[in-house]
């Protein structure tokens, strides 16, 4: 992403949000049943597939855990940080639905039904985006 993309992503953040359908509808949705699945390939499958991405493009991976945070301020700090150093920041969420895909970050379900399952799929992810930074 460039400055362009989060100068139109900055003034959409705000506290309001949409009336949300998951809770009603959250019986019919496997993902409220089951902690999923990481299902990542074996054997470098991409190493001979072009890059998914801008090889200069820098990541760092953002851990969101619990409730208790304001999502609206950490996205805008993000944005404002993603904007000013340049970075992308990519969210990683043990949980259905962070509240900052409304915004427009990339955010990665680290699933696993165990928590060294959910660590190995953490692991896979930074290496996937090139992570060497987590906060």
């Known amino acids: 992403m460039n400055a362009d993309d989060w100068s139109m992503i900055i003034p959409k953040i705000v506290p ?35 890059n998914f991405r801008d090889s200069s493009t ?8 619990g409730d208790d945070i304001d999502r609206t301020d950490l996205s805008m700090k993000l944005a404002s940080m993603a904007l000013e150093k340049d970075v992308v920041p990519i969210i990683f969420f043990r949980g259905d639905y962070s509240g900052m ?35």
């Open 16 to 50: 309001q949000n949409a009336e949300t359908l998951d809770d009603m509808l959250g019986g019919f949705d496997a993902r409220h049943t089951a902690p999923g699945i990481c299902v990542f390939p074996e054997n470098e499958w991409h190493s001979s597939q072009k």
């Open 58 to 65: 820098v990541c760092i991976g953002v851990r969101v855990d």
């Open 101 to 135: 895909e409304r915004f427009g970050f990339r955010v990665e379900k680290v699933s696993g039904e165990t928590e060294v399952a959910r660590l190995e799929c953490e692991e896979q992810l930074k290496r996937f985006w090139n992570i060497s930074v987590m906060i």
